[in-house]
């Protein structure tokens, strides 16, 4: 796995004039830590919301920060919402601008408690004040990237059992896996086909170690299984991501700022696919900041998505920048006022 605590941290292209600088923006995917990684906390995400586009709101995601350091270990994640809670608290008060930072929040709970699991649901619930929303548990797997400690977490039945219970609450559940597992969950949406699942980075797709040379491959495969993904009527994508270092394009390793149009030349085919196959009332543009800072700015990887939507009518730009991820994320109209 990649550490970000070496990785370039610069982003680069801030000198670049901000495209359509009006459009309404939820950005549908960030992350608060201050650990082992860079800090990134509500100053850092403050100036990047900041930089010039419209951002009117933004969808906090689990990241393994602020867990609570005692009390059942089921209930440790309960402490990352009830921080984050705090953070969306004070971006509420509007004494720091017009944006709703976290409005939306995604916690974590381990789908695999069984009856245990309704209580950490509630305590979420009840943390979040009106703003959680849905649940991550991280399934990412590959022996090149990332080991992770249960290999085939989609396709176990307790977990099952699980995404069950978070359905008939309503919540939402992101997907986040490597593009070699999509077939586990394209499994679980055939036991499933009605869930609302949101998956985080088209994929995760691989474009390192012995996947580096066989794109082709990698490309036909992922495209095989997002094919049958697009079957399920309440199963979205969000486009981002490809900025992370596993994905190959080497923008990382740049020493100079990294402009939105190279950034367009490698992440659009991608992109475009996503749209063609899942229409643009199921696709939401992320920043997946701060893991996508090491390949551009905020400012330049808005200004990349905005140059791939360029021929996207004013209807589809909504939907693609905001309107899908208020949808899914019940984010209310003070996030787009």
Same mark, same amino acid.
């Given at each position: 796995?990649?550490? /970000?605590?070496f990785?370039? $941290?610069?982003? %680069?292209?801030?000198?670049?004039?901000?495209?359509?600088? =009006?459009?309404?923006? &939820?950005?549908?995917?960030?992350?608060?830590? =201050?650990?082992?990684?860079?800090?990134?906390l509500?100053?850092? !995400?403050l100036? =990047?919301?900041?930089s010039?586009?419209n &951002?009117?709101?933004?969808?906090?995601?689990?990241?393994?920060?602020?867990?609570?350091?005692?009390?059942?270990?089921? $209930?440790?994640?309960?402490g990352?919402v009830?921080f984050?809670?705090?953070?969306a608290?004070? +971006?509420?008060?509007?004494?720091?601008?017009?944006?709703?930072?976290?409005?939306?929040?995604?916690?974590h709970?381990?789908l695999?408690?069984?009856? #245990?699991?309704?209580?950490?649901?509630? #305590?979420?619930?009840?943390?979040?004040?009106?703003?959680?929303?849905? &649940?991550? *548990? $991280?399934?990412?797997h590959?022996?090149?990237?990332?080991?992770h400690p249960s290999?085939?977490?989609? /396709?176990?039945?307790?977990?099952?059992?699980g995404?069950?219970?978070?359905?008939?609450?309503?919540?939402?559940?992101?997907?986040?896996?490597?593009?070699? *597992?999509?077939p586990?969950l394209? =499994?679980? @949406?055939?036991?499933?086909?009605?869930?609302?699942?949101?998956?985080?980075?088209?994929?995760?797709?691989?474009?390192? %170690?012995?996947? #580096?040379?066989? *794109?082709?491959e990698?490309?036909a495969a992922?495209?095989?299984? $997002? *094919?049958? /993904?697009?079957?399920?009527?309440n199963?979205?994508?969000? !486009?981002?991501g490809?900025? @992370?270092?596993?994905c190959?394009?080497?923008?990382e390793?740049?020493?100079?700022?990294?402009?939105?149009?190279?950034?367009?030349?490698?992440w659009?085919?991608w992109?475009?696919?996503?749209?063609?196959?899942?229409?643009v009332?199921?696709?939401?543009?992320?920043?997946?900041?701060?893991?996508d800072?090491v390949?551009?700015?905020?400012?330049?990887v808005?200004?990349?998505?905005?140059?791939?939507a360029?021929?996207? +009518?004013?209807?589809?730009?909504?939907?693609?920048?905001?309107?899908?991820a208020? +949808? &899914?994320?019940?984010? %209310?109209?003070?996030?787009? +006022?």
């Open positions: 796995m990649v550490d /970000l605590r990785a370039n $941290m610069s982003g %680069g292209g801030d000198e670049e004039e901000i495209l359509d600088p =009006d459009l309404p923006i &939820i950005d549908a995917h960030h992350h608060l830590w =201050d650990d082992h990684r860079p800090r990134y509500f100053d850092e !995400l100036a =990047d919301t900041r010039g586009h &951002i009117r709101a933004t969808v906090f995601m689990e990241c393994g920060a602020m867990y609570r350091t005692d009390g059942p270990e089921a $209930m440790r994640p309960v990352e009830e984050v809670n705090g953070v608290a004070v +971006s509420a008060s509007g004494n720091f601008g017009p944006a709703r930072l976290c409005a939306g929040i995604v916690g709970a381990d695999r408690l069984g009856e #245990a699991l309704g209580p950490v649901l509630d #305590a979420l619930e009840r943390a979040g004040g009106g703003r959680f929303c849905g &649940i991550r *548990q $991280m399934a990412t590959d022996k090149e990237v990332r080991v290999p085939g977490l989609l /396709l176990d039945a307790r977990f099952r059992d995404f069950a219970e978070l359905q008939r609450r309503g919540y939402s559940f992101d997907a986040w896996l490597y593009h070699p *597992q999509l586990e394209v =499994d679980l @949406m055939e036991g499933h086909p009605e869930a609302r699942v949101v998956l985080n980075h088209i994929g995760g797709r691989i474009g390192i %170690g012995s996947y #580096a040379p066989r *794109q082709a990698v490309c992922w495209a095989r299984d $997002m *094919q049958a /993904l697009a079957r399920y009527p199963f979205h994508v969000k !486009l981002g490809l900025g @992370m270092p596993l190959g394009f080497g923008f390793k740049r020493m100079d700022p990294v402009s939105s149009v190279e950034l367009v030349e490698a659009r085919p992109f475009d696919a996503c749209i063609e196959m899942f229409g009332g199921r696709c939401m543009f992320e920043s997946n900041f701060p893991v800072r390949s551009g700015s905020y400012r330049a808005w200004n990349a998505f905005k140059r791939i360029a021929g996207a +009518s004013a209807e589809e730009k909504a939907a693609l920048f905001s309107k899908t208020a +949808s &899914i994320y019940r984010i %209310g109209p003070t996030g787009l +006022s």
